[in-house]
């Protein structure tokens, strides 16, 4: 062997280490891509829940308003004809 060059195996070494590198990075990669997808999944299903408990709200509060009127109507109409 001559003094100038490089063992067979110091390329397949470095080669095997920079493949190891990329591979290690890409999972890692997708790991943080999963745990990000999860928590934006998270806090959609939360906006989700909140928007539902509102419209839940709002339909309530209309039907007491309806009935609310309604009340108010008959109690009138009861007046006047008690008047009359």
């Given at each position: ?31 943080r891509e999963?745990?990000?997808w999860k ?38 109409n009861l ?6």
């Amino acid at each position: 062997m001559q003094s100038g060059q490089v063992p067979i195996w110091v390329p397949i070494v470095v080669g095997i280490i920079g493949l190891a590198g990329v591979i290690a990075g890409q999972l890692i990669n997708a790991r943080r891509e999963d745990i990000r997808w999860k928590r934006e999944k998270e806090r959609e299903d939360l906006r989700w829940q909140r928007e539902v408990e509102k419209d839940q709200k709002a339909q309530e509060h209309d039907f007491d308003k309806y009935w609310l009127d309604r009340k108010t109507d008959i109690y009138v109409n009861l007046l006047q004809a008690s008047d009359a």
